[in-house]
C-alpha cells in the first residue's frame, strides 16, 4: 500500500465539468472538461474531524431494564438548524480554496474565490455533484496498491503457490 503523505494543504485543482442526470437510471452522466474553468478543493475530512471533535456532548444516566443499573450515556449535543446550516457553510468555505475561469453571468467578471460565491456556487445542483465527485476523488487518490506487490506477498518468487508445511 502507497501513501502520499505530503499533499498540498491548499487542495488540488480540478477541470469542471458539466453535468446532468439520467431521468430513467438516476445516474450522472458527466460531460468534457470545460478548458480554463478549474476549482481548487481540498479533502473535508480535517475539518469534520476537527469539528466532531471540539463538539459539546450532553451526557445522560440511563437505567438499564436488564441489569437495574445506572449508565452514562454520553452523546453529541442536538444542533439548531440554523447551526446546521452555519456548520455546512463552513465546510464548504473550507474546501474550496479557490477558483479560475468562472465570470459573473451579468457584470463580466472574474468570481471571487470568497464566502459568499463558494455558497452559492454550492446552491447549484451542477456544482454540487462536481464537488461530490471530486470529494471523492481526494478520498481515494492518497492510497493506491500495487498489484505487483500484492502478488509478491502470495506466490513464491516463481509465480508459483506453495502449501503450507504442517509439521
Known amino acids: 500500500m502507497l501513501v502520499d503523505l505530503k499533499t498540498d494543504k491548499q487542495g488540488e485543482w480540478f477541470t469542471f ?6 431521468p430513467d437510471t438516476g445516474e450522472t452522466i458527466w460531460d468534457e472538461p470545460i478548458e480554463g474553468v478549474e476549482v481548487r478543493i481540498r479533502s473535508m475530512r480535517p475539518f469534520i474531524e476537527e469539528r466532531f471533535t471540539k463538539r459539546e456532548r450532553v451526557v445522560e444516566w440511563k437505567i438499564n431494564p436488564k441489569t437495574r443499573a445506572n449508565e452514562r450515556h454520553s452523546n453529541p449535543k442536538e444542533s439548531t438548524p440554523a447551526e446546521i446550516i452555519e456548520e455546512r457553510n463552513d465546510a464548504y468555505d473550507y474546501a474550496i480554496t479557490g477558483l479560475k475561469g468562472w465570470m459573473d453571468k451579468k457584470t463580466k467578471k472574474p468570481i471571487e474565490c470568497n464566502r459568499e460565491n463558494k455558497i452559492a ?10 464537488f461530490a465527485d471530486c470529494q471523492l476523488s481526494l478520498d481515494s487518490s492518497g492510497l493506491e496498491q500495487e498489484e505487483q506487490e500484492a502478488k509478491n506477498s502470495l506466490a513464491g518468487s516463481n509465480g508459483i503457490m506453495k502449501p503450507l508445511d504442517s509439521e
Request: hydrophobic share 50%.
Open 17 to 22: 465539468r458539466m453535468s446532468r442526470v439520467d
Open 121 to 130: 456556487l454550492m446552491a447549484k445542483g451542477i456544482f454540487e455533484r462536481f
